[in-house]
């Protein structure tokens, strides 16, 4: 499911837009006719169930503020006789960019922009390893990139 809006709100106040994006997946898996089905979605390293992403964009003129919430659902590690839930990731990023007007001389063609990703500093859930090398969590699914502040800076003409 997708939902998009945007407006305009008028007296030189800039305009806004909204998006929703959710989705549910569910899918198993049979590899012959005599074996039994096996539940794919929502098990460890195939995709969750649940997916959903929701962003807020404010712009005017040349500066425009945007807001994004992901939630990445969680998955069951069914690699043992008792199956052990793993939990998903929340995330909230922001980010803020000012682009000079063309009319600005040297400055004009100049973009700045800071970001804040993952600002809650969300971890993914962690499984069991066998190996000292081998990942400690669904890396698949999940990013390992905790909370990350970046600053840009762009010209173009």
Do not use: C
Not at 145 to 156: A, E
């Amino acid at each position: 499911m997708l939902i998009n809006y945007s407006t305009d709100l008028g007296n030189d106040r800039g305009s806004l837009a909204a998006m929703v994006n959710a989705s549910y997946l569910t899918s198993d898996q049979q590899t012959s006719a005599d074996a039994r089905v096996v539940q794919k979605a929502g098990t460890l390293f195939n995709p969750p169930h649940w997916r959903a992403r929701g962003g807020l964009t404010w712009s005017r003129s040349e500066l425009t503020l945007n807001s994004t919430f992901s939630l990445i659902g969680g998955v069951i590690d069914a690699r043992t006789a008792a199956p052990v839930p793993v939990s998903g990731m929340t995330t909230l990023d922001l980010t803020a960019r000012y682009r000079f007007a063309p009319d600005k001389g040297a400055l004009a063609g100049l973009e700045l922009s800071l970001s804040a990703w993952n600002i809650f500093n969300d971890k993914p859930g962690t499984i069991a390893t066998s190996l000292p090398y081998d990942a400690g969590f669904d890396s698949t699914n999940y990013s390992a990139v905790g909370r990350l502040i970046s600053f840009g800076i762009s010209k173009s003409w």
